[in-house]
């Protein structure tokens, strides 16, 4: 059971990505369910094992702050877009950041 309202989850989800925008992410995505967050990053290349270290790190932050001894299950994905403008998954997902770029 999650414990907090969507927007104090958006908004540490957002906090924890302080310092963590690299040039290849295109989008973060949140699904939101009673009992399971998953938190997507969407990158213009193939993911590789770095970038997964990498944005597994940039959500330490998130995770502390959302612990309670009952936190919910949250999963991450890193995935691929070669879209510039990456859709949302389902109709629970909102962006969390999306990165601008401009139609050719």
């Keep these: 059971m999650i414990n907090y309202s969507k927007d104090h989850i958006l908004l540490s989800l957002q906090k924890s990505l302080l310092g963590y ?3 290849d992410l295109r989008a973060v995505t949140l699904s939101y369910s009673s009992s399971e967050l998953i938190i997507r990053f969407v990158l213009d290349h193939e993911p590789s094992s770095e970038d997964r270290d990498f944005y597994s790190e940039a ?3 998130f995770y502390a702050d959302i612990v309670t001894g009952k ?3 949250v999963k991450e ?3 691929h ?4 403008s990456p859709e949302l998954l389902n109709s629970n997902d909102v962006f969390v950041f999306l990165r601008y770029e401009p139609n050719n």
């Design 77 to 79: 994905e890193i995935l």
């Design 59 to 61: 959500l330490l932050d």
């Design 21 to 23: 925008v690299r040039n």
């Design 71 to 73: 936190e919910p299950a």
């Design 81 to 84: 877009s070669k879209s510039s």
